[in-house]
Structure formats: C-alpha cells, structure tokens
C-alpha cells in the first residue's frame, strides 16, 4: 500500500517536473503578443483556422498574415476579444473555417473500439486513453471538443455529443428584453415564471 | 443599552409576518417518499454510504462529507432505501442532482443515541467541532456554509460572536418561532458555540419587530444569568444580512472580499445554535428544520419539517391549492428564488416557501413584464446597503461588459435586491447582476479550461519531439555498434543472433497455434502428445499451461 503510494507520488512529481520542464522549454521568448493573442484563443486546438493548433494561428495573427476571424470555437466571444487586443473592428466569423457551435466532447462507443490507437495520435490533448488491442476511452473533463480523433477511426465507434448541463455549468439566464424593446405586435411576450424578480 | 451604528441605504418593508406566527409550529406530516439532495450545503456533495434496498433507521448516517468543506447526511426518518439517482432539486435551475430516496415505513424508529457528555464544557473545542460536524449543521440562515467550519477560529482571535435573528425578510418567521418556543435551547446552543470559538463576547440580535421573541430569550437570560448581551436592532432590511448585521452593532466593515473573521467576528444564525444544542445534548443529527409557509395559503404558519419532505406537501399541508399555483419561491420576497416545480424537497437552507397563486397577491419586487428605461433617477444607488451603483452595473450587464462591471465592484452586490425595490422603472436589476455573475465564473471557468488544454497540448509536442529523439538516438546507437564490432565480436554477435532465431522457432515447433475448437477426441490426442513430449524431455514446457487450460474446458 505504502510502496504503491509512493511509487504513484514519485510518478505524479516526475510528471509535474516534465510538464513544467515543457512549459519552460516550449515558451515562446520575444513576442508578448503572441503570449497576449493566445491567451484569448479557446486552446481547443482544432486547425480549423487552418493552422495546426491555436499557437501557431496566434503566430500568424501577430505576423499579420491571418485574419482575427477564423476561430470557430472561440466565435463571436473571441473575435470581439481579438478585435480590442488588436485596436480593429470585430467582424463575422469566416464562413470557410466553420460555424460556430455549442461545445461538444468525444464519446467512444466502447463496444465497437478496436484498439487501433489511431485516435490517441490525433489527439491534439492527450485526452484519449488506451493501449494498442485495448478498448479506448476519452477523458471528458480534458476533452476539448476538437473533433480531430472522429475521422481517424476506422469503425466509426467515436461520436461528439453535447456536453451534459451541470449545476457547475448552469448560467442565470439575461432578463428577456424589457417591454418597450419588444416587437409590438409580438404576442409570445406573456411573463414566464423565472427568477424571483 | 447597546450603542448601534447605522448602515448606509436599506429599505423599509411591509412585514407580512403577523399571518404565520398566528399558530404554534407543529410538525409537518411524514411524507410517503423523503428525497435527500447530496449537496444540501456550500462545498463537496456528500458521498453515500448506504444502497439501495437497504434499511435505514431515523437519524442514521446516510452519506458522509465529501472533504473538510462538506457535510454529512442523515435518514431523516425510518424506511428503506428505494433510489440514489438524480431527482429535481431546489435550485433555479430546475436541474435534477444525485439524491438519496427514503420510502418511510411510518414508524420514526430512531437509531441508539448516546449523549457524549453531561457537560459540553468537558469537551475540547475540536472535540465539539467534531460533533457538529458529525451531526451534517449547517448554517441555517442562508447558504449552507459547514457550521463546524465557521466555528473553527483557525488561529484568529475572536472577539464577537453574533447570533442572527434579526430575520429581515418579509413573511419569513421561522427564526422568530424558534426564538419563541426554544429560547433556552438557542442560548444554550450559543454557549456551546462560543465555547467552540473561545469568543470573548456573545451578541444576540433581533429585530424590534419582534417584541415576543425578544422577550422569551430576555428572560431566559435573566433566568440563566448567562454572560449574553442581548440588543434589538432597527427593523431595516437587509439588517439580517452578515455584514450590515455587524455594521449595525459594531460601525465596523467588514473589508470588500473579506470576511468577518477578518475583523475577530463571526456570525451564526439562531436555527444553527438550536440544531448545535440538538446535536451535542441529545446526538441529534440535523434531520429536520423549522419552515415557514406563507402567501397564497388558507393557513400559513411555520411546520417543523423534515429534510426530504416535497414543497407541495407543505403547501397543502397549509390549505393551499397547488392547481392555482403561479409560482413557488424558496426563500423570501427579496432574496428567494422561483422553483420550477413544487415536487422539489425541503433541504437544510430551506427557510420559507413563498407560494403566490395566479391572482398576483403576494407585493413582490420588479418583475420583468413592467420594465420601463431608466430614468437616472438614482434611487438605486442611495437603497444600495453596501454603496455599490446598481444603474451602473445594470448598464455595464446589458451591455455584457464584464470587465467594467467588475470595475464597479458586481461581486459585492449581496443580491439583497433593495435597488430593485425601489426602481421606479421596475427594471429587474438583481436578475442582471445574477446574469452577468454567473457569466463571469462560466468565464473563468472556461479560461482554466483553456489553459490546461494548453498545457496538455504542449506537453503532447514535447512528448512527440522526445520520442522522435530517442528513436533516432536508438538508431544510431544500433547502427554504430554492428559496424564498430569486428572479427570475433561479429562472429559472436551472428551466433548469439542466430541462436536466438533458432530458439524462437523450437517454440513456434513446439507450442502448435491451432489448438482452437477441437473435438473432445482431437483433445485428448494433443494431451497425450503433450505428455509424451514432456516426458521424453522435462525441460521444455512451453505450453504447459496452454495444456492445463484445456483439460480444465468442460467436455
Ligand atoms: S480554430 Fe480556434 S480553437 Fe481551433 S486551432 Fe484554430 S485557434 Fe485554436
Ligand atoms: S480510432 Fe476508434 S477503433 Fe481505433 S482505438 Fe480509437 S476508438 Fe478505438
Ligand atoms: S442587490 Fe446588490 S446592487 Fe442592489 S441594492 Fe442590493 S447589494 Fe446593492
Ligand atoms: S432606480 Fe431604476 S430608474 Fe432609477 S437610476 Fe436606478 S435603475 Fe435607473
């Protein structure tokens, strides 16, 4: 028991000493605005901005060779971001790089998983777990919803679902726009017994 | 006399406490079903510790605390264990979380109770810490926060310790009740209170518009000569909420994100001494409360009642129609919040249920279908106890500015709703800054999400970088020992290689791989092979175990 304990905090220390070993080796001397700009990206890491992961697409901003409007899942939020770290105009989110959708995290149909690993390799967070003939399983709280392990798989186990509404995700919801801004002739505006106030 | 101070704004507001004080508290009927939300109290849910099927008896550990900061649960009455699975919860949300289900068997069989000492005074303050929070308390008044917590000094001095009943909110009269038919016992409760805080004094605070529990808990004092002041405070609301309350007795802030123990105070409410006194005289756990049930009801009055017990029960219980429901709020006017359903249960921080039928009868602030633009007029501002600009916030929450709005100091706002009162425009001004609240932690929330996937992310590409080094490294290393190795090595090296081709291909001989699906007669041909085999030469057995397995198949 005690040896498993140990071995377990001397695993977790190592791990720790790596990732901060990675987070030192892989900083980015030089150019805060990249820092700046990447702190702003959603870190989902899904290319569909067309660059391999949120850093390099912040590198491309910073360079001037992208535009602040190709980030999907940071939508409408990120671009407005974007658009004051930058001093220029907000604009729609580029139609070509996709829409902008409600967050999603994988889920693997166990049953059918073939343990052909070719979904950990897509895996741009590290948040599938498996081994090669093993069944597979996504770790949802480190999922990130980028959709890039679903192409890869070749019986098609994996599925994006909607991440489940919690208590810790539950928001209260914006007032309903007050009366003297609601369409006249809208009829659908009878009081709905929400919030106490 | 105690020397008061006075807080900036408040309102004042009709009581409409007179109807449910008429009749003495009894004890609400036991329901057929009691459900037990897992996290009834600020911090971890409890984990349970019994399943389904299983017999409980009243007051038996259900679910114990999650870590420090949670609390742990108790069979609020004999039965059985029909269900741990997500039930509606009282919460705006309407969302459902893991409950525990307890199907009474009418009978109320209490488990043993031993009380631990005849003196609470013997005890150690942690050892009284523990019995409270073995017993699940928590705070009474309001959130929910572990009451044995909030009785840990952890290093500070405390100077004061306040009992609340001030009991601000219209129509709620469950603090004033106890305070009526228990004096004794929340005093006692309090003593024990201090004792576990080793506080240097005791304040309890009523509100002067409660003349009988004022006097019972005097009396006691006098009777008891306990060292307690005793003060009535003006009858403004918010006065009950935690720091206007210290405010009021002490002209002292408490400092913005801080917390009273800051300033050597801590404030607990009334229904907290009494379930303290409960727990510690007679190993009573936390099962039940006083409630108050009032608004559209033939009857209201206040029930004692037991955790679990559904909303709609007390309301007919009370001679309300629950056809006629328009909405149910837990809570008071001001401070509670609308229920989407009256099946959800009565938990611990269940002071009130406010029931307002369709006829509109119960005086409530703003609501959201008389909003008109603001008119600057600065009412808010002056109503706001804690000197916050609501006009502001309000503006900074439309425009979904959360950054300015945290400027403006949105996480001090208690959510009193005194500013919404007082609008002229009738604007719903705490549902904005409860909206851009929860926007913020979402926010937040989102940002730690982000930066742990950064940090996997790029934990990733330091991995796949390091692989693709060590491979290379591997290669080289390989590459470079077979070309430096000359004459004899080499030789040694190919023998050394080809003996092991040599082994590997005996046991691929030996240990046949089409041993599947036989015929019980095929088996028994291959088993005697095997043995004929091991016999001519002990040493090999390859398949030795293979051999066992498929003696062990049923034939
Ligand atoms: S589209 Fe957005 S989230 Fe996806 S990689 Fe590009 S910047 Fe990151
Ligand atoms: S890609 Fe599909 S089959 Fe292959 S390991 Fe992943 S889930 Fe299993
Ligand atoms: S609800 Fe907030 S802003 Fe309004 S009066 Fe109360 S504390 Fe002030
Ligand atoms: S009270 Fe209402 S109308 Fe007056 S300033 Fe405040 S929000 Fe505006």
Redesign the interface.
């Known amino acids: 028991m005690l040896s498993a304990l140990l071995a377990l905090g001397a695993l977790g220390i190592l791990f720790g000493l ?2 901060g ?3 030192i ?2 900083k980015v001397e030089g150019d805060p605005l990249v820092e700046e700009i ?1 702190a702003v ?5 899904c290319g569909q901005c067309g660059y391999p ?2 850093r390099p697409y912040a590198e491309a901003i910073a360079r001037g060779e992208a535009d602040i409007n190709r980030c999907p899942p940071g939508g409408e939020t990120v671009i407005i971001a974007l658009a004051d770290l930058l001093g220029r105009d907000p604009k729609p989110l580029d139609e070509e790089c996709g829409e902008e959708k409600p967050k999603m995290v994988a889920y693997i149909h166990e049953e059918q998983c073939i343990g052909c690993t070719l979904c950990i390799q897509a895996c ?4 599938i777990l498996g081994a090669p003939k093993q069944m597979h399983t996504i770790i949802e709280s ?1 999922c ?1 919803g980028c959709e890039l392990c679903v192409e890869p798989c070749p019986v098609d186990c994996i599925e994006m679902i909607p991440v489940k ?12 726009p ?3 801004e609601r369409p006249a002739d809208d009829d659908d ?3 709905q ?5 | 006399m105690h020397r008061l101070f006075q807080f900036k704004g408040g309102v004042v507001l009709k009581e409409h406490k007179k109807d449910s004080t008429a009749l003495p508290v009894q004890p609400a009927k036991l329901p057929p079903t009691l459900t037990l939300p897992l996290k009834q109290h600020i911090g971890v849910a409890a984990e349970p510790v019994v399943a389904v099927g299983d017999e409980v008896l009243k007051g038996q550990l259900i679910a114990r605390a999650g870590d420090t900061l949670s609390a742990p649960l108790h069979a609020p009455s004999s039965g059985a264990v029909i269900a741990i699975a997500d039930q509606p919860i009282p919460h705006p949300s309407g969302l459902s979380a893991p409950c525990i289900v307890i199907e009474t068997d009418g009978e109320e069989r209490w488990r043993p109770r031993q009380r631990s000492v005849f003196n609470f005074a013997e005890l150690s303050a942690q050892e009284l810490r523990e019995i409270i929070r073995d017993a699940g308390i928590v705070g009474l008044g309001g959130a929910g926060f572990p009451a044995a917590v909030k009785l840990d000094p952890r290093g500070h001095e405390v100077e004061l310790l306040i009992l609340n009943g001030a009991e601000c909110e219209p129509y709620i009269t469950c603090d004033e009740m106890l305070l009526r038919e228990h004096a004794l016992e929340v005093l006692a409760g309090l003593l024990m209170m201090r004792h576990a805080l080793n506080a240097q004094r005791c304040i309890i605070a009523v509100e002067n518009n409660k003349p009988k529990a004022f006097r019972a808990l005097h009396e006691e004092i006098q009777n008891t000569g306990a060292n307690v002041e005793l003060v009535e405070v003006p009858t403004i609301y918010p006065t009950g909420s935690e720091k206007q309350l210290i405010q009021v007795l002490t002209g002292k802030e408490v400092p913005t994100g801080g917390l009273p123990i800051d300033i050597g105070m801590v404030c607990h409410n009334v229904g907290t001494a009494y379930a303290v006194y409960r727990a510690v005289e007679f190993d009573e756990p936390l099962i039940s409360r006083y409630v108050t049930v009032a608004g559209s009801v033939a009857h209201a009055r206040n029930l004692k009642v037991l955790f679990g017990t559904p909303l709609g029960n007390l309301i007919e219980e009370c001679g309300g129609n629950r056809r006629t429901l328009r909405r149910v709020i837990v809570g008071g006017p001001m401070m509670g919040t609308a229920m989407h359903s009256d099946t959800v249960p009565v938990v611990k921080t269940t002071n009130c249920v406010l029931v307002e039928s369709v006829m509109h009868d119960v005086p409530l602030p703003s609501r959201d279908e008389y909003a008109m633009p603001c008119i600057r007029c600065g009412n808010c501002a002056h109503a706001c106890p804690v000197n916050l600009l609501p006009q502001q916030l309000y503006w900074y929450a439309r425009a979904r500015d959360f950054d300015k709005i945290q400027d403006y100091n949105l996480f001090d706002c208690i959510e009193c709703g005194c500013c919404d009162y007082v609008c002229p425009s009738q604007i719903p001004l705490v549902g904005y800054y409860r909206y851009a609240k929860s926007e913020i932690w979402n926010q937040d929330a989102e940002k730690r999400q982000a930066d742990l996937a950064r940090e996997r992310h790029q934990f990733r590409e330091f991995r796949l970088e390091r692989e693709k080094k060590e491979r290379a490294e591997r290669h080289k290393k390989k590459r470079s020992a077979v070309s430096k190795a000359g004459g004899d090595d080499k030789k040694a090296a190919i023998e050394a290689a080809m003996a092991r081709v040599r082994a590997k291909k005996a046991e691929q001989d030996s240990a046949p791989k089409n041993t599947d699906n036989l015929t019980p007669a095929q088996q028994r041909q291959v088993d005697e092979a095997d043995r004929r085999r091991r016999e001519e030469n002990p040493a090999t057995s390859p398949r030795d175990n293979k051999a066992e397995n498929t003696q062990d198949r049923p034939q």
């Open positions: 790596l990732l070993y990675a987070a080796r892989y990447d990206l959603p870190q989902t890491q992961g949120c741009p967070v590290d948040a480190e990130t509404q919690g208590l810790d995700t539950w928001k209260w919801p914006a007032p309903p007050p009366p003297y505006t009878a009081p017994p929400a919030g106490a106030h």
